[in-house]
């Protein structure tokens, strides 16, 4: 059984540092892009980034790049969507999904809360 | 960057009846790289559909997916109490995927 667990909620302030984490299990990591979705609250979807594990290439939406950095150990099957400098407007609940780039984000982790606030 | 356009913003209907969502893009999808998701309040989407009209594992047939180019419909054929949420169309197939906006299927 295909399964991405993702790290607990986190409170942070603004200009902290935070890196969050996805767990996959019950499939080839390193054989599936893994994509990340931010959900702003009340708001819809949008499409951050993806990361292939084999080889830890990766692709940003231009929304996002230089914000944000996808990072992926093969040796854990875990992937990670990192923060230098966090702003109250990162405040959102933030998926994994396998999937992303020639396939859709087919399996789904439960979601990741970051609330940024002084 | 492709744009994805999806109407209406929301849709009122009653169970039974026959839901038809719109999601209008921009440029031609290559490939008909075009999926759906339903969202439920407090959980994570579930795909539904994928390369436009094919549906996802354990999907009921009461969901398919039609279209090509820019213009793409995902049909519901008769409601049920469960069907009522939210629905995001999604561009993969590149180096950058997009999302529409989405539209909320309510109850009437």
């Known amino acids: 059984e295909v399964q991405l667990v993702q790290s607990g909620a986190e409170v942070k302030k603004p200009g902290e540092s935070l890196k969050i984490s996805c767990k996959g299990s019950?499939?080839?990591?390193?054989?599936?892009?893994i994509g990340w979705v931010r959900q702003m609250p009340g708001k819809g979807l949008e499409w951050i980034g993806i990361i292939f594990p084999g080889d830890s290439d990766t692709r940003y939406s231009p929304s996002f790049q230089g914000q944000v950095t996808l990072s992926a150990d093969k040796s854990i099957t875990t992937a990670y969507l990192q923060w230098r400098s966090l702003k109250a407007s990162d405040s959102a609940v933030y998926y994994c999904?396998?999937?992303?780039?020639?396939?859709?984000?087919?399996?789904w982790g439960q979601g990741t809360l970051v609330t940024v606030s002084s | 960057e492709i744009v994805l356009t999806q109407s209406p913003g929301t849709l009122s209907l009653s169970p039974g009846e026959r839901a038809a969502l719109s999601c209008r893009a921009s440029?031609?999808?290559?490939?008909?790289?075009l999926a759906w998701y339903q969202q439920k309040p407090g959980q994570a989407p579930r795909l539904l559909i994928y390369g436009a009209s094919s549906r996802a594992t354990g999907i009921p047939d009461r969901f398919s997916g039609s279209g090509s180019g820019t213009d793409f419909t995902l049909t519901i054929s008769r409601l049920e109490p469960e069907d009522f949420a939210m629905y995001y169309c999604q561009r993969y197939g590149s180096s950058v995927g997009t999302f529409g906006q989405g539209t909320k299927l309510e109850i009437k």
């Open positions: 019950g499939y080839s990591f390193t054989s599936y892009w």
């Open positions: 440029q031609s999808v290559t490939a008909n790289y």
């Open positions: 999904a396998t999937g992303g780039y020639q396939l859709p984000f087919d399996y």
